[in-house]
């Protein structure tokens, strides 16, 4: 079987994680690149070995030349994904489009027509669907190990020093350039509750607020920037700490000291921080979107569910616990613990999960398996090897949408 080829829009962390496990095992072949930043376009076209006619600034540009590929990954900012993703549909290119699947229902909407119109697949990066973990709870749920599923508890530990980095500092932490956090940081965990169910919620309500990072929380000889503040070096944020302890770690390279400097120097490091925008204090910041929330879900047969999202963590594994009828099973995100009310017995289920929580560590080893089904699904015009395809994507995002709705006008939302 031929590989197949791949056009990459967008090279950024998670496009190019996808192409690269795209050409690992080789099933796949990127072909083609457009990434506006240089440095990133270059690095691309040098590693997968694309000539240099398909290397474009822009998607406009890749599109104008045609369809150059069987499948594409689009991989750019949130706000940008919606009219490379319909263009691209419109010629033909089955699509891995990474999540969120747009910013809007209106346009999570014209790309899921799209796809249908055309005919091609699509599947959006809900990558927690595919990992072994995963497999191995919704298989206990299907098994009927613990009876009928009536409530779960889903925490996600987003991690002090992320969050200050990608959601107060970074390119997400802003509703009007990005989307709001729950949509941008946990459509994952919604996707991947309402595939455990089975089902979508009938209601919906949630609570959450910006409650620490915003200027009212400033200590008094606070600096703007970390690198003048005389409180650097006993606070928890400090983006100097955070940034040099990144330059001893060569798997912190790529996430999440190339978002701060391309160079692995401290003067590199201290270039960009007295500069950029990750030296800011994280009370001196532009940031809007919440740093906890929790989302109350009630489905039509009556089971419950809530899921909690907060910065003031370590980075860590999701946990969820899962209450059955006949039995109960808590989970870390690799080891399941199973217990059945109707022996009492206990079992302890080790996933064996490869790789560690973060996007950089591959979500558990969600990216690799995702990536490999999508190949799969292209090189035998399968959708069935897809665990989710467009309106299914689009039908869970929506439960997110109603969630800020019922968080921002203090109802439950009925879907």
Known sequence: ??????????????????????????????????????HRRESAAAEFGIPAANVFEGWNDLV???????????????????????????????????KPMATSDAEATRITDAA??????LAVCHVLRYTSYTRTVKALLEAGR?????SVQHFEPVGWWHHAHSFVRGHWNRQDTSAPMLLTKSCHDIDWLIHL???????????????????????????DRCLDCPLEPSCPYSAKRLYLDCL????????????????????????????????????????????HQVVNMEFADGATCSFTMSAFTPMEHRR?????????????????????FRTGAQETIDTITAGGPSAADGHGGGDEALTAAFLAAVATTDPALLL???????????????????RTTGTVVHL
């Open 64 to 98: 104008a030349a045609g369809r150059l590929a069987d499948a594409a990954i689009i991989a750019t900012q949130d706000q940008l994904h919606t009219e490379p993703a319909v263009r691209m549909a419109d010629l033909g290119y089955h699509i891995l489009l990474e």
């Open 320 to 340: 969820t616990r899962l209450q059955g009828t006949h039995g109960y099973v808590e989970g870390d995100g690799r080891t399941l613990r199973v217990v059945d």
């Open 388 to 406: 989710s395809d467009a309106a299914t994507s689009l039908a869970t995002h929506r439960v997110v949408w109603a969630a800020e709705q019922a």
């Open 197 to 223: 169910f089975g089902q979508p919620p009938a209601r919906v309500s949630s609570f959450g607020n910006l409650t620490h990072f915003r200027p009212s929380e400033r200590p008094a000889e606070a600096a």
């Open 116 to 121: 249908d119109r055309n005919k091609i697949m």
């Open 1 to 38: 079987m031929s590989a197949v080829t791949l056009a990459l829009v967008g090279a950024g962390l998670r496009g190019q994680a996808y192409a690269r496990h795209s050409v690992e095992g080789g099933a796949g072949r990127v072909v083609a690149v457009a990434e506006p930043d240089r």
């Open 248 to 291: 001893a770690d060569p798997d912190q390279h790529a996430w999440p000291l190339n978002a701060v400097t391309d160079g692995r120097t401290e003067d590199d490091v201290l270039t960009a921080l007295r500069t950029g925008p990750y030296g800011r204090c994280v009370y001196a910041c532009d940031n809007d979107v919440v740093d």
């Open 146 to 150: 613990i009876g009928r599923l009536v």
